[in-house]
Every structure is written in structure tokens, then in C-alpha cells.
């Protein structure tokens, strides 16, 4: 019985985990390439550009703007840094194309596009009255909330299309620092700038050279005139604080992807674990060992990466800190699998860690490395609160996925009392180092609320969320010494009080949108954290169905460790 | 007896120390807090403040969470090295909600709004007061009545000022008016007041160019000729409790003379005497010196004035005051009174100036109601001479001789005063509401009854010495002053993004030689005498930046921090004993398993 649903369980993570692997890896096969297509662009990508509020390479300047025009990594399989230089260099020829995000079914009908697209082309958006008309209107103004949504929608529409005209009009790629450190930098063709006429002359003829070399597909011409822009922009660049290095890190960072290699590896771990578990061998424990490894190297990897090309510690989105809660749940998991018995130990935390950066990975947040807002800044509480709380998400979420083993084992195996026991354990050692971290979190986020704020505690709803799930995961603690909650208790309440963790990190900022910390606000998802929320309620009903259903007798475990 | 009362103690005490009630009281707190940002999100974080984290009932949960902490500890007194963690957290959540208590009695949190270039000693907190004020012969005193948002009504409320008594009761709360200055009853020693309506009989602007629109009505107070009168080019109308004959074509001097009201005394100075130098006006030190005299002013851009021959007749002169130390210009037409704030000054209500020309005087339309005993008698006057005089009755329309309309008095109060029309509003900006309340004050010489309008001084007359309420913000003052010299904002090279904010300080203190420079900036508060400043907004007004600080003053903090660090500390002795404790049990287990087992399936059987 249980080794059918071993082996059932196992498929059902092997097949979901390769199809979202399959589906956020696979590129569109594009249908005709042009004769720029096969240009290399190393040199291209390393071109220091001034965007978003800081200096980067070319290439994540396409990366961002072909993300946000067209919500998707690549359009057509072509590099965003090629399709970037098409819309700069051939914008006629791509006004026609369908590119720009729509994808809002119901504004789509309000102003007649049609319902089954998702991108339309900025000349047919452009003369499509009706949007221009919903864009022009104010989203703050009262309304039915149908009406603000397509209002939000259509600007939302309208900054694509307003992107994508800067992007035709070669606006987007400024290469020329400015005189003052805080000013904007110009575009090659922009008359003020600080270059000596004769550098001047030799950067524009370096950049036209490589528009030559890519209008004309020639690959000497392009490469070549791309070194040379590099060469003459470099004297000027270099006193506006412009570092090489950290530029050509970011382009590495961007090639190699470091935490989407990070999940890769993970998971690749935890197939073999799984495998493992089934059929215990001993090279195929050190090779799962030596998988998880190299995905928490991954990440570091990505983490220092990041860190120094941003400036900042990698702890301000959305997107970085589920980044670091994966972080956590690997680092977390590789100690605690030194240390406990329990075999599958490392596959829980190789499921749990890939499933968390899987979601960082796919999930629509920015995963862009912008500058810090003003009240991030001058301050290392950013670090030591946010890595606190991340590193207590990541100990409840590991204790959420030994829930799951434990309430399962519970359920279909009652009689295995010492590997329930084993896993009672760890469940119970994950809750406490995440009580720790959390209650360490709350304080520093405290002490820096009273150093930026003025206050150490003003009931602001995510401070209200976290004391919530602090006292969830209390009540069960202490619900355990009471004798309340026993090791089928323990486990559904794990994943129960997660709940609280999904609504304090996510609940508060999506759904509830209110606050002080209203840097981490957005919208969306609330389908998925349904579902989830859905499916741990169906999980946990089954589990307590089947478990009622086998006789009580040995079920009972004696809470050992209730006395203090 | 006492053995009975030391049981029932001793098994409160019990119950108090139990773990389920621990796990009770954390379920139940925790619980009501995810209520508490529910209802937050539907009503707002006032409301949520107010009903649920504010709320006594609140703090009984808050208390018997500590009572169960202390309970729970005393009862296992003595403790044992074990127990060191156990007691280091159990100590540290006390004084976490001892320090928070006293942050919130003792502390005082609020904003400092600063404008570049201005200084600022108060400190505005959240809470809603009455803030009453008044002259005790000498001293001025002050008195913040606590008042509840939004508050009850009715309410009664008792404060005492300047060594009286005061029973301030609330008897209408509405949170969001429009308000309107209009005549109200007064009490006996008020003058009359009526509300005239001005009816064109053939359709045309009765008024003239220049003048309010047709058919309007407005309100008179007899011998107001200023605020509570009507008065335009060529035209006034006012009521008085005598008529007096125009003079003979004036006696004043050619550029007028200006009238100066200080503390009620009016001082005449002729206009062509003070343009020469400054004039000592009474002998307080008060000077005025007349800068620029128009015949036919028009106004130009900034306040500034010109003479314009093609324009009516519009006499007008610019001074120097000199008053109190202050020096200031003004600008006074002798149509229109004194225009404040033309030159930007916020000149003071100390000092009043009016400008009496002989072109102006008697020229034109006047129209002039005089209480009769039973009635009114209109007297109508143009270019100083007599056109007719007639009684009216309210209701009864009277046409004028000199121009075409007709005058009705649509209203009459025998006793008037200045006060608040209030009508509710029901559609306004909810971001920006003008709550108002009306109240009772009753004093140890009378009463009144008074529409309090949001931050808007109101005098009410009902002890010794006239009281001013206002209704406003709590607010303290700091023991010393800061000046903003300058408030910086950052943006990120090439965007709008703001990257920093910044005010430049220095910090003023009498008590202290120097003067201390200081910069706030996000995450970088100023720390003074106490006190904490941080940069929490900024506004613009005008071409002018406003700083908005946030300032606390916190006794609680340093028992929150300490109660924080040893919570940490406790609990890493905890979970690391705990650990520990696991890893013995499972090393044990690995040799007694079979034991074990057979042990539980006893214990399993008896709970079954």
C-alpha cells in the first residue's frame, strides 16, 4: 500500500516539476529568422548604459525592457539584446508586430481588440481611441472597482507602448554620462554632452558602424564597431564612476542565471534523493549530497553577484526574498541533515527549496536589481531583519514539508512509530529554530521601525501578520507541552500555522494592501495562493479521514519532552 | 476563613500559571489580531486604532497574557539552572509589555512641520482635543481637553481654566461639514442683525460691474460697517443705530487720512503727514510711514500697485508698519480696508488700518437701515445728498431711487452674532474631511452655544474673560526651537526616482551657547534633549518646501530593547536545549526502542 503511494507521490513531483521546468525554460521556437539573428553580442552586451536610476550593461537594459513591453523573457527565441537593437535601429518594421502585453481579457473587449490575443502592435494600440481615452482617465478617481481596474490596466498598456516609442526612438540607450553626477546621460545623437568633439566624432562613428554591421547583418562590422564604441566611452565613462568589471559581472549574472541554476540543481537533487529513498545506495546519497551542495553554491554564487553589481544586499523585492527563503530552506536543510536521522531529510529540503525558487523564478514579480527607495536606505536592519524573517520562512516552510511526510506516515503507516518519531522530531526541531528566527526578525524589524519611523510598534498589518503567526506557532508549541497536540496534531498544525506565513508574507501586501510597508505592494495571484490554500486544506482533510478510519490502538505517542 | 480565601487564591493562582491558559490566551490574541486587520482594511486604521489596539478591553488580554507569564514563573520558583531560559523569556516578555505600556502613557509621539527657511517648536500628536485658551487678566492660559475620534454625543466633559470651572458638553458630532460665516442669535447685549435680499425688478445687474452677482442676498450687523456690510465701488449698504447727514463737500485732506485701530483705539494720521517720514502713532512704539499713494490703483502681479488713469477712482496707499518690533508693509485701499497678506507678510490682527479718502467718502450709491422702535427706516444717499427715507418692514420690498432695484429685508434677529451656517456634507473628499461639533460651554458666567469647525478658533464668552476653543490636534511644545534651513530631496541620476530625503537643522535652545547643526535623512534621526526627530514626508507649498518630521519622546523604548535582547537571548537557550534534548532522546531511542514501543501502546490504550 504505502510503497504504491511512494511511488505515485513521486511521479506527481517529477512530472509537476518538469513540466514548470520545461515550460519556464523552453524558448518559442521563432518561425523565420532575420540576418541579424546570428550576430554574436558579447561586445554589445557589456555597453554601459544609464538606466532606471543606475548604470548598467546593455544587456540588462533589454532584458528589462523586453520584460516589461512584451511580458516575456524573449519574443520570437531572439536575445532580448537583439530585439532591443531591432526596435532601436528598425522601429518601422516592428510597429506592425504584435509585441506589446495586452493580456486583459476584459479590456480587451471593452475597447474592441480581440478577446483570444495577448499582444497587439503599437500602431494598431496607438490609433485605438477608446484605450487612449481610459489612459487619459484618472485611476485614483471613485468608480465602481471594475471601472479603475481597466483605468489601471490601460495605463499599464500605456507605459508599455510609451517604452516601446523611447525604444523606437533610440532614447532607451544613453551612453553618455553628464557633467553632473546626478543628471541624466545622453544618447550618442544628443548634441550637450561631455565628449571633446574628437571623441565625439569617434564614438558616433563607432556607433554607426555597429548599426551598419547589424542592419546589414555583417558580423566584423557590428563586433567590431561595438569594441570600438566600448574604447571611446570608456575615458568618459570610467570618471563617472563607471566600474568594467562589476558591468561584465552583471552580464555573466545574466547569462548564468545563478538561482534559476540554483533550483535546477535542487531539483535534480531531490529526483535522485527521491530515487534513493526507494533504492538505498550509497553513491546515490553522495550524489544527491553533492547536488544540494551545488545548488546552495549556486546561489551564494548569485547572491554575492547581485549584491555587488546592485549595491545593496539583494533584500529588497519581492523576488529577492523568496530568492533567500529558498537560500534559507537549502542552508537550513544541509545542517539539519547532518545532524538528523530521518533519510529523507535532504529530499524534503531539496523539494521544499525548489519549489520556493521555482516560484521566484516564474512568478510575475520584478526580478529587476533597481535602487533602494529612500527608507531602505543608510541602513544595515534591511539585512539583519529581512534575512531573519526569510531564514524563519524558511525553517516553517521545511516544517510544512515534514508536515506532510509526518501526517501522510501518520496516516498510512501508523505502526512505523520510530520513523514517526524520527520525523516528529525534526518537525519539532524545524518549528523552533523558525520561532527563534521569527521573534529575532520581529525585534530587529522593531528596532529599525523606531529608527526610521519613530516607533518600535504601531500594529501596522504586517507587523500585526508576523506577531500572528509568531503566536500561531506558540500556541502549538505550547499546546504540545499542554498535551494538547500530539504528532498528528504537530504536523497538521505546521502546515495549518504556514498559512499564517503565506498570509504575512504574501496576504498583507496582495490581498489586505495596506500599511507602511507598501514597498512590497502589488496585486495578482491570488488564484494560485488559492489553489494552494485549497489544496493543503483537501490534503489535510484526506489525511485526517484516513487516519480516522485505522484503528486508534498505537497511535498515542507519550509527549517525552512536555515537562520543562 | 483565611485557609478558604488562601485556596481559592492558590488555585486561582494555579489556573492563572497554566499552560492552557497560555495556549488559550495566545489563540485568542491571536485570533482577534487577524480580526483586528481585517477590520482595519475595511474601515481604516483610525477605527482599527481606536476600537480594537486602543481599547481597554485590549489591554485585558494584553494583562492576563502577563499575568499567565508571571503566574506561570512564580509558581515554579525556585528555579533551577534548567530554568534559565524559561526565566529569561518569561521576564522578557514582561518587560516587553511593561516598556510598551509606558511607552504609551508616558510617551509622546507626533509631527513637527517645518517650512524652509521657518523655525517650529510644536509637536502635533494624533489624539483630538478642545484646546481652550484665554486671558486670566495677565497670564494666558491654556487647557487640551481629551476628546475622543470621532467623538460621542452627547458628552460631557469638565476642564477648569485660569481658576475657573468649565462644563464643556458635546451635542453633535458631524465628520464632515461645509461651513459657512453667517449672523446667528446672540445673546442680550448683541446688536441686531438682518438678512436684506437685493431684487432687480426688471432682470438687470443690480450691482454693476465689479459687485456680486444678481438676486443675492447678504447679511448686516448694525455698526459693522466692514465684515458684516456690503461694499463695493460706488455702492455700500449697511446697518447702523444712527443715520448721520453727509457733511458738506469734505473737510478731509486731499490724499484721505488713514485710520489706525490699535487694541480698539483708533489714532487718525493724515496721509500726506506720514508720506513724509515715519509717524509715532499712540505710545506704544507702534511708527507707520506712508510708502506710495494712488489715486486710481490697479493691482498688478505680486501685490504690486500702479496708477492707472483710465480706471475708476480707487485711492489706496502702501505703508511701513512698524509695530512691536515687527516691521511690515501693507497695502490699504480705501474701498476695500486693509488687504492682508499682500506682500506675503502674515500681518497680525494687533493693529487695524483704514483709509478715509473724500473721493470715496460720500461719492457714490450708500444705503444706510437704522433699527426703529417696530421696524426699520432705510435712508438712501447719493453723492452726499439725501434721496429718501423711508420705513421698511421685514418682507416688504422698498425700490431705491438711485438705482434700479429693490430692497427687502428677508430676515431680522433682534440680537446677532457672527457665526458658523453648518451643513452636513455627504459626498466630500474623504482624504480631506472638515469635521465639526457643536457645544455647550457653560462657565461661572453663562453659557454658550457654538458650532466648533475643525482647527477654526471660535470665541465663546462665558466665564470672567472670553475663551477661545479649537478644535485640532493634540499638540506639546518642545523645549527648544528648530529652524529648517533647507529641506533636500535626491533623486536617482536620471529619474524621478526619489533616492534620499534631507533636512538641514540647526537646533535652537536658550538653555544652551551654541547652536547646534544637525542633518536628518531617512534611517538617521537627530537625537536631542530626549527627544527624536525623523524624517517622515515633506510638502510643497507654493515654491516653498515644508519638512514633515516625526517626533517621540519615548521612556518605554530602553525597557523594550532590554526585554528584546534578552527575549532573543532566552529563547536561543530554549530551542538549543530543546535541540539538545531531541538529539539525547533519539540517541536513546536507537538503544530502547523495543522498550519504548511497548510503553506507549500502554499510554495509547489508556487514552483510548
Known amino acids: 500500500m504505502h510503497k504504491y503511494f511512494r511511488t505515485l507521490g513521486l511521479l506527481v513531483v517529477l512530472a509537476s516539476t518538469g513540466a514548470m521546468a520545461a515550460e519556464s525554460l523552453a524558448a518559442e521556437t521563432p518561425a523565420s529568422q532575420p540576418a541579424w539573428a546570428a550576430l554574436d553580442l558579447d561586445a554589445a552586451r557589456a555597453l554601459p548604459v544609464q538606466y532606471g536610476g543606475r548604470v548598467m550593461p546593455l544587456d540588462t537594459l533589454a532584458r528589462q525592457v523586453v520584460w516589461q513591453v512584451t511580458g516575456r523573457q524573449s519574443l520570437q527565441g531572439l536575445d532580448p539584446v537583439r530585439l532591443l537593437l531591432a526596435w532601436t535601429w528598425q522601429g518601422q518594421a516592428w510597429r506592425d508586430q504584435p509585441i506589446v502585453l495586452v493580456g486583459a481579457p476584459d479590456l480587451q473587449e471593452k475597447i474592441g481588440l480581440a478577446a483570444d490575443g495577448k499582444r497587439f502592435s503599437h500602431a494598431e494600440l496607438v490609433a485605438n481611441q477608446p484605450l487612449m481615452q481610459l489612459m487619459a482617465m484618472n485611476t485614483a478617481a471613485d468608480g465602481p472597482a471594475q471601472e479603475s481596474a481597466l483605468r489601471r490596466n490601460a495605463q499599464q498598456v500605456g507605459a508599455r507602448l510609451d517604452l516601446l516609442a523611447q525604444a523606437f526612438s533610440g532614447r532607451l540607450i544613453r551612453l553618455v554620462p553628464s557633467k553632473d553626477a546626478h543628471g541624466t546621460w545622453a544618447t550618442v545623437d544628443q548634441p550637450l554632452t561631455t565628449l571633446t568633439e574628437a571623441d565625439r566624432t569617434r564614438v558616433k562613428a563607432a556607433f554607426e558602424k555597429m548599426r551598419d554591421g547589424f542592419l546589414t547583418a555583417n558580423p566584423a562590422g557590428f563586433a567590431g564597431g561595438a569594441q570600438e564604441l566600448t574604447g571611446a566611452l570608456a575615458q568618459v565613462q570610467a570618471p563617472a564612476g563607471v566600474n568594467p568589471s562589476l558591468i561584465s559581472l552583471e552580464v555573466r549574472y545574466n547569462q548564468l542565471r545563478p538561482f534559476r541554476l540554483g533550483w535546477v540543481l535542487a531539483c535534480l537533487a531531490m529526483a535522485l534523493g527521491l530515487i534513493e529513498l526507494g533504492w538505498p545506495k550509497r553513491p546515490l546519497r553522495y550524489a544527491t549530497w553533492a547536488l544540494l551542495t551545488a545548488g546552495f553554491v549556486a546561489l551564494n554564487a548569485g547572491i554575492v553577484m547581485r549584491w555587488s553589481f546592485a549595491g545593496h544586499a539583494p533584500l529588497a523585492t519581492m523576488y529577492e526574498s523568496l530568492v533567500f527563503m529558498g537560500w534559507g530552506a537549502v542552508a537550513i536543510g544541509l545542517v539539519t541533515a547532518t545532524v538528523a536521522q530521518l533519510r529523507s531529510t535532504l529530499v524534503i529540503a531539496a523539494a521544499v527549496a525548489t519549489a520556493i525558487l521555482i516560484l521566484a523564478d516564474t512568478a510575475p514579480v520584478d526580478s529587476v536589481a533597481s535602487p533602494l527607495i529612500p527608507v531602505l536606505r543608510n541602513t544595515m536592519w534591511l539585512t539583519y531583519h529581512v534575512l531573519t524573517i526569510m531564514l524563519a520562512y524558511s525553517a516553517f516552510a521545511l516544517a510544512m514539508g515534514v508536515g506532510h511526510v509526518q501526517a501522510a506516515r501518520l496516516a498510512y503507516r501508523p505502526t512505523d512509530t520510530d520513523r514517526a518519531q524520527q520525523t516528529g522530531r525534526l518537525l519539532y526541531g524545524m518549528l523552533i529554530v523558525g520561532c527563534v528566527f521569527l521573534a529575532a526578525g520581529i525585534i530587529f524589524g522593531a528596532v529599525w521601525a523606531n529608527k526610521s519611523w519613530g516607533r518600535y510598534w504601531g500594529w501596522d498589518p504586517k507587523e500585526t501578520w508576523s506577531l500572528i503567526t509568531l503566536l500561531g506557532y506558540m500556541a502549538i508549541l505550547h499546546g504540545r507541552l499542554v498535551g494538547w497536540i500530539r504528532s498528528f496534531g504537530l504536523a497538521i498544525s505546521s502546515i495549518v500555522c504556514f498559512q499564517l506565513v503565506v498570509m504575512t508574507y504574501y496576504g498583507v501586501n496582495f490581498v489586505l494592501g495596506q500599511g507602511r510597508h507598501s514597498y512590497g505592494f502589488s496585486s495578482g495571484g491570488q488564484l494560485w495562493i488559492g489553489l494552494y490554500v485549497a489544496a493543503e486544506t483537501a490534503f489535510m482533510l484526506w489525511m485526517w479521514a484516513v487516519r480516522n478510519r485505522t484503528p486508534k490502538a498505537g497511535l498515542h505517542e507519550a509527549s517525552s519532552e512536555a515537562a520543562l | ?608
Open chain 2, 1 to 608: 476563613m483565611t485557609l478558604a480565601i488562601r485556596q481559592h487564591l492558590t488555585r486561582l493562582g494555579r489556573s492563572l500559571a497554566s499552560l492552557r491558559l497560555a495556549v488559550v490566551v495566545l489563540g485568542t490574541l491571536a485570533m482577534v489580531l487577524a480580526a483586528a486587520t481585517i477590520y482595519e482594511s475595511k474601515y481604516g486604521s483610525p477605527a482599527a486604532q481606536r476600537d480594537i489596539y486602543q481599547a481597554a478591553w485590549f489591554d485585558l488580554l494584553l494583562l492576563l497574557l502577563g499575568l499567565n507569564v508571571v503566574a506561570s514563573a512564580v509558581v515554579r520558583w525556585p528555579w533551577s539552572p534548567k530554568l534559565a531560559g524559561f526565566a529569561i523569556t518569561h521576564l522578557a516578555i514582561l518587560m516587553i509589555l511593561g516598556g510598551c505600556l509606558s511607552t504609551r502613557w508616558l510617551g509622546v509621539t507626533g509631527r513637527v512641520t517645518i517650512q524652509e527657511g521657518g523655525q517650529e517648536n510644536t509637536v502635533i500628536q494624533d489624539p483630538w482635543v478642545i484646546r481652550a485658551a484665554g486671558h486670566d487678566g495677565a497670564a494666558l492660559a491654556e487647557a487640551q481637553v481629551p476628546i475622543q475620534e470621532p467623538p460621542r454625543s452627547p458628552m460631557k466633559t469638565h476642564f477648569s481654566l485660569a481658576n475657573q470651572a468649565y462644563q464643556l458638553e458635546i451635542l453633535r458630532y458631524l465628520p464632515d461639514v461645509e461651513a459657512k460665516m453667517q449672523l446667528v442669535e446672540g445673546s442680550p447685549e448683541d446688536p441686531a442683525g438682518i438678512l436684506v435680499e437685493i431684487q432687480q425688478p426688471d432682470g438687470s445687474d443690480p450691482h454693476g460691474p465689479g459687485m456680486h452677482g444678481p438676486g443675492m442676498q447678504h447679511w448686516l450687523l448694525v455698526d459693522d460697517t466692514t465684515r458684516w456690510a456690503l461694499r463695493s465701488a460706488g455702492f455700500s449698504l449697511f446697518a447702523a443705530s444712527h443715520y448721520t447727514a453727509p457733511a458738506a463737500p469734505t473737510t478731509l485732506p486731499a490724499k484721505g487720512t488713514l485710520v489706525v485701530t490699535i487694541d480698539g483705539q483708533d489714532h487718525d494720521v493724515g496721509v500726506e503727514q506720514a508720506t513724509a517720514g515715519p509717524v509715532a502713532i499712540g505710545d506704544g512704539g507702534t511708527t507707520l510711514q506712508v510708502k506710495e499713494y494712488y489715486d486710481r490703483a490697479v493691482v498688478m502681479q505680486k501685490g504690486k500697485l500702479r496708477e492707472d488713469p483710465d480706471k475708476p477712482m480707487n485711492p489706496a496707499v502702501v505703508v511701513e508698519l512698524t509695530h512691536d518690533g515687527k516691521k511690515e508693509r501693507r497695502t490699504v485701499f480705501a474701498r476695500f480696508g486693509d488687504i492682508r497678506g499682500m506682500h506675503g507678510a502674515s500681518g497680525g490682527d494687533a493693529v487695524r488700518l483704514s483709509l478715509r479718502h473724500s473721493m470715496v467718502a460720500d461719492a457714490g450709491m450708500k444705503v444706510v437701515l437704522v433699527p426703529q422702535p417696530g421696524g426699520w427706516v432705510l435712508y438712501e444717499q447719493k453723492d452726499a445728498r439725501l434721496l429718501q427715507q423711508i420705513p421698511v418692514q421685514p418682507g416688504t420690498p422698498v425700490t431705491l431711487q438711485g438705482m434700479p432695484v429693490s430692497l427687502v429685508i428677508s430676515r431680522q434677529m433682534p440680537h446677532a452674532r457672527p457665526g458658523y451656517l453648518v451643513t452636513e456634507k455627504k459626498d466630500g473628499d474623504p482624504a480631506n474631511p472638515q469635521p465639526a461639533m457643536e457645544v455647550q460651554l457653560t462657565g461661572p458666567a453663562g453659557q454658550q452655544r457654538d458650532w466648533l469647525i475643525w482647527s477654526q478658533p471660535a470665541m465663546f464668552a462665558a466665564g470672567k474673560h472670553a475663551l477661545q476653543l479649537t478644535f485640532q490636534r493634540k499638540q506639546v511644545s518642545l523645549p527648544f526651537t528648530l529652524r529648517l534651513d533647507r529641506f533636500e530631496m535626491e533623486q536617482y541620476p536620471g529619474t524621478n526616482m526619489p533616492a534620499m530625503y534631507r533636512s538641514r537643522l540647526k537646533v535652537l535652545d536658550e538653555r544652551q551657547s551654541e547652536q547646534r547643526t544637525a542633518v536628518i535623512e531617512m534611517n538617521k534621526p537627530l537625537e536631542y534633549d530626549g527627544w527624536s526627530f525623523f524624517q517622515s514626508s515633506y510638502s510643497l507649498n507654493g515654491r516653498q518646501r515644508v519638512s514633515i518630521l516625526s517626533a517621540s519622546k519615548d521612556p518605554g523604548q530602553p525597557i523594550v530593547y532590554w526585554g528584546s535582547a534578552m527575549l532573543i537571548l532566552g529563547t536561543v537557550i530554549i530551542a538549543i536545549q530543546r535541540l539538545k534534548a531531541q538529539y539525547r532522546g533519539a540517541a536513546k531511542t536507537a538503544t530502547t526502542t523495543a522498550a519504548r514501543v511497548t510503553s506507549k501502546k500502554t499510554v495509547g490504550a489508556d487514552h483510548a
